[in-house]
C-alpha cells in the first residue's frame, strides 16, 4: 500500500519559476525523504527530512514537514528544464527499513 | 562508476518462462532491497536484505517469486512462470546499515511479459 500521496499529480511551469509539491502521509514517521525519478529511470534521493525537523534547505531545494498534519512540502525554485522529471516522497518509519513512495508528481518544466 | 547497478536493463519474455535479475549494490552498503513499479504508479516494497538475511517480505511477493543474496554482497530476483501481470519495472536499491536511510537505486530491470 502506498502512504504518501502526492499533490498535485503533475505540474506544468515556466523556466526561472518555482514549482512546489506537496505530500500528506497517514501514519507516524522516523523522516520522510523526496526523490526524482526521470523517464524510464532509476530513481535519485533528493533531501531527507527527520520527523523532529520542520525545515531544510539543499542548493535550490527546500522542504518543509508539518508532523501535526501529516504533510510536506518540497519546493524548487528557479526551475530549469533539466527538473522535468517525476518527483516521490517517500516515508520511512523505522520498523522495518523500507520506504513507502507516493504515486509521484509530473513536473514539466518549459524553457 | 560505484553506484548500484542492475543487470538486465530490459527483458522481454513469453508468459510461463522463468527470470532472474541481479543486482550488484554498493560494496559497502550492508542493506539491499527490491522494489517494483507499475506505469503511474510510486515504487512498490518488495524485500530486503540485511547482508545476507532476508529480513521481509511483502505480501506482494507471491510464491513465485524469490529473492537471494549470497554471501550478502549482489542479489537476484527469479521470477517463475511469468504472468502477464509481472510485466513492470523492477528496482534495487541499497543502503548503509547504520546511520544514513537514503536509499541508493539502480537503473532497473524493465520487464515485459507477452
Known amino acids: 500500500s502506498q502512504q504518501g500521496e502526492e499533490d498535485p499529480q503533475a505540474l506544468s511551469i515556466q523556466e526561472g519559476e518555482n514549482a512546489t509539491m506537496n505530500c500528506s502521509y497517514k501514519?507516524?514517521?522516523?523522516?520522510l525523504q523526496w526523490y526524482r525519478q526521470n523517464s524510464g529511470r532509476g530513481l535519485v534521493h533528493l533531501i531527507l527530512?527527520?520527523?523532529?525537523?520542520r525545515e531544510k534547505h539543499s542548493g535550490r531545494l527546500r522542504v518543509t514537514l508539518d508532523t501535526s498534519k501529516k504533510s510536506s512540502s518540497l519546493l524548487i525554485t528557479a526551475s530549469r528544464a533539466a527538473d522535468t522529471a517525476s518527483y516521490f516522497c517517500?516515508?520511512?518509519?523505522?520498523?522495518?527499513?523500507?520506504?513507502?513512495f507516493g504515486k509521484g508528481i509530473t513536473l514539466s518544466v518549459r524553457p | 562508476d560505484t553506484g548500484v547497478s542492475q543487470d538486465p536493463r530490459h527483458k522481454i519474455t513469453k508468459r510461463g518462462q522463468n527470470v532472474t535479475f541481479r543486482c550488484d549494490p554498493i560494496?559497502?552498503?550492508?542493506?539491499l532491497y527490491w522494489y517494483r513499479q507499475t506505469l503511474g504508479q510510486g515504487p512498490e516494497f518488495l524485500t530486503y536484505?540485511?547482508?545476507?538475511?532476508?529480513?521481509?517480505k511483502s505480501r506482494l511477493l507471491s510464491d513465485r517469486f524469490s529473492a537471494e543474496r549470497p554471501k550478502g554482497s549482489f542479489s537476484t530476483l527469479e521470477i517463475q512462470r511469468t504472468e502477464q501481470g509481472d510485466s513492470a519495472m523492477y528496482l534495487c536499491?541499497?543502503?548503509?546499515?547504520?546511520?544514513?536511510?537514503?536509499?541508493?537505486f539502480g537503473p532497473g530491470t524493465r520487464l515485459t511479459v507477452t
Open positions: 536499491a541499497s543502503s548503509l546499515l547504520a546511520g544514513s536511510y537514503e536509499q541508493y
Open positions: 501514519t507516524s514517521i522516523n523522516n
Open positions: 527530512i527527520r520527523s523532529n525537523e
Open positions: 517517500a516515508t520511512y518509519t523505522g520498523a522495518n527499513s523500507k520506504l513507502t
Open positions: 560494496s559497502e552498503h550492508n542493506r
Open positions: 536484505f540485511q547482508n545476507e538475511a532476508q529480513l521481509e
